[in-house]
């Protein structure tokens, strides 16, 4: 289906009609609610700045806006598990699906953390910090070399990369919990201490690590660059005195986590067992999370292939995913793309991309290659969530609509087309009262055009 510009929004218009009573602004969302921004300051939430999550208020809200009073509550794309942990300081079992390991291993210290003996917990950091062994560890101390790949290489100072090998170094020896703390805490100062700032589709490199051109007008200074020392005493500072305050204990094995991609591992979520689903999946806007988190995934022990391996896994949202082996043989991604090609506002999307890729009129032709396999592989989770999901559960989802090529895509109302036909209904579409822009690029070419930014509510028949 070849389509133009005007013909692609004319159809666009056809389906966002048919929604318009549903559409509401909220006055109770705001930018802060829906992003990390309110999490930043808070007791444990603030010990990783995992900027892809929403706030744990969000959650509340929703909750009790969809009547929500009981469990199991399921998160398929858990992030840094603010929708499990949140769930559970209200009385509620919840289950998380998780593939990233960086967010996985967020998830499970927290719950280590705040599971354990907390006050004795926070004294073991203190007395560690006190003791600052790992800067007067002798040779008679084996100090492995940080692992890296291609990416993160040349990512810190020397003195910065040293302090860090010893520091992990002197880890040996220490309780294990204490030890998974400590070592947590070195993870999560990876990028204040490195030359490098997360940038959405990749880290971008200060002027002074030597990968640029050097300081000039248009050079990136991404500012401070922390000592090691400094950084990783503020560090376990923060966690000690969030330990020693913070109230909450989850309860036991009423948090439970699956690893991996819910594309693959939805079969462990037994069918009819969900009573809600609050969820964030990766939008469609080109991030590559193995890329802005590649300290971290490297920290962790992934070398170069497993990265890329990855990177093919997660949700395809970049313009490098391939399509996915499960395409021709997954019953959901069968049911999936049946779905997609019975709505004509994806086909005319899709149509109208394409024809620009084919022109060699789009940025990167891969965009058209990456739309289509975003909206089959999401679809496939909504055939799957909608299957695990009870009778009458909300299914809250919080995602953002884009543009490419000068067309505004209605990424939530083509969801919804979708879920309709799984079995699911709209009960509203909420919408943020300050609207997202366009990049420069679109905007140069096509004009301003805000974008909505919205949190659906669907709910199973």
């Given at each position: 289906m070849k389509v133009n510009l005007n013909q692609a929004e004319a159809i666009v218009e056809e389906l966002?009609?048919?929604?318009?009573?549903?559409?509401?602004?909220?006055?109770?969302?705001?930018?802060?609610?829906?992003?990390?921004?309110?999490?930043?300051?808070?007791p444990v939430s603030?010990?990783?700045?995992?900027?892809?999550?929403?706030?744990?208020?969000?959650?509340?809200?929703?909750?009790?806006?969809?009547?929500?009073?009981?469990?199991?509550?399921?998160?398929?794309?858990?992030?840094?598990?603010?929708?499990?942990?949140?769930?559970?300081?209200?009385?509620?079992?919840?289950?998380?699906?998780?593939i990233l390991p960086i967010a996985q291993e967020i998830?499970?210290?927290?719950?280590?953390a705040l599971s354990s003996g907390s006050k004795k917990l926070a004294a073991g950091i203190r007395a560690f910090l006190a003791a600052e062994s790992w800067k007067t560890q002798g040779k008679e101390v084996e100090i492995s070399e940080l692992n890296?790949?291609?990416?993160?290489?040349?990512?810190?100072?020397?003195?910065?990369?040293?302090?860090?090998?010893?520091?992990?170094?002197?880890?040996?020896?220490?309780?294990?919990?204490?030890?998974?703390?400590?070592?947590?805490?070195?993870?999560?100062?990876l990028e204040s201490i490195s030359f490098t700032r997360k940038d959405g589709q990749f880290l971008r490199w200060d002027y002074r690590s030597g990968r640029s051109r050097g300081k000039s007008e248009t050079g990136f200074d991404k500012g401070r660059i922390w000592e090691f020392d400094?950084?990783?005493?503020?560090?376990?500072?923060?966690?000690?005195?969030?330990?020693?305050?913070?109230?909450?204990?989850?309860?036991k094995d009423r948090v439970s986590l699956v690893k991996g991609s819910v594309l693959r591992e939805a079969s462990q979520i037994a069918h009819g067992s969900v009573s809600a689903v609050v969820t964030s999946p990766p939008y469609l806007n080109r991030y590559d999370y193995t890329r802005t988190y590649a300290l971290e995934l490297a920290f962790l022990g992934l070398g170069n292939d497993e990265v890329k391996s990855l990177r093919q896994e997660l949700l395809s949202a970049t313009v490098e995913n391939r399509e996915k082996d499960l395409v021709t043989s997954d019953e959901a991604f069968i049911i999936a793309r049946s779905v997609l090609e019975e709505i004509p506002?994806?086909?005319?999307?899709?149509?109208?991309?394409f024809g620009l890729a084919e022109r060699g009129e789009l940025n990167n032709p891969g965009i058209a290659r990456m739309f289509e396999g975003y909206f089959?592989?999401?679809?496939?989770?909504?055939?799957?969530?909608?299957?695990?999901?009870?009778?009458?559960?909300?299914?809250?989802?919080?995602?953002?609509?884009?543009?490419?090529?000068?067309?505004?895509?209605?990424?939530?109302?083509?969801?919804?087309?979708?879920?309709?036909?799984?079995?699911?209904?709209?009960?509203?579409?909420?919408?943020?009262?300050?609207?997202?822009?366009?990049?420069?690029?679109?905007?140069?070419?096509?004009?301003?055009?805000?974008?909505?930014k919205c949190v659906y509510v669907w709910r199973k028949l």
């Amino acid at each position: 289906m070849k389509v133009n510009l005007n013909q692609a929004e004319a159809i666009v218009e056809e389906l966002e009609a048919s929604y318009e009573d549903l559409i509401v602004e909220n006055q109770d969302l705001n930018r802060k609610l829906v992003s990390y921004q309110n999490s930043k300051r808070l007791p444990v939430s603030r010990w990783f700045k995992y900027k892809e999550g929403f706030s744990a208020e969000l959650v509340e809200y929703c909750l009790d806006a969809t009547r929500v009073s009981q469990g199991p509550v399921l998160d398929p794309f858990a992030g840094s598990g603010t929708t499990l942990f949140t769930a559970n300081r209200l009385g509620m079992d919840s289950i998380g699906v998780e593939i990233l390991p960086i967010a996985q291993e967020i998830i499970h210290v927290q719950e280590l953390a705040l599971s354990s003996g907390s006050k004795k917990l926070a004294a073991g950091i203190r007395a560690f910090l006190a003791a600052e062994s790992w800067k007067t560890q002798g040779k008679e101390v084996e100090i492995s070399e940080l692992n890296e790949i291609p990416i993160t290489k040349g990512a810190y100072s020397a003195e910065n990369k040293i302090s860090l090998e010893r520091y992990l170094a002197s880890l040996e020896g220490e309780e294990q919990t204490l030890a998974r703390i400590l070592r947590f805490a070195a993870l999560s100062i990876l990028e204040s201490i490195s030359f490098t700032r997360k940038d959405g589709q990749f880290l971008r490199w200060d002027y002074r690590s030597g990968r640029s051109r050097g300081k000039s007008e248009t050079g990136f200074d991404k500012g401070r660059i922390w000592e090691f020392d400094e950084a990783i005493a503020v560090k376990l500072t923060e966690i000690a005195e969030d330990l020693e305050s913070f109230s909450f204990k989850p309860e036991k094995d009423r948090v439970s986590l699956v690893k991996g991609s819910v594309l693959r591992e939805a079969s462990q979520i037994a069918h009819g067992s969900v009573s809600a689903v609050v969820t964030s999946p990766p939008y469609l806007n080109r991030y590559d999370y193995t890329r802005t988190y590649a300290l971290e995934l490297a920290f962790l022990g992934l070398g170069n292939d497993e990265v890329k391996s990855l990177r093919q896994e997660l949700l395809s949202a970049t313009v490098e995913n391939r399509e996915k082996d499960l395409v021709t043989s997954d019953e959901a991604f069968i049911i999936a793309r049946s779905v997609l090609e019975e709505i004509p506002a994806y086909k005319a999307c899709r149509g109208y991309l394409f024809g620009l890729a084919e022109r060699g009129e789009l940025n990167n032709p891969g965009i058209a290659r990456m739309f289509e396999g975003y909206f089959t592989e999401l679809s496939a989770t909504l055939v799957h969530v909608s299957r695990i999901m009870q009778k009458d559960a909300p299914f809250v989802m919080v995602n953002d609509n884009v543009r490419y090529g000068g067309l505004a895509i209605p990424v939530d109302l083509i969801l919804s087309e979708v879920v309709k036909k799984l079995g699911l209904e709209t009960e509203v579409i909420w919408v943020l009262p300050n609207k997202k822009g366009n990049s420069s690029q679109q905007m140069g070419v096509h004009g301003r055009l805000p974008l909505r930014k919205c949190v659906y509510v669907w709910r199973k028949l």
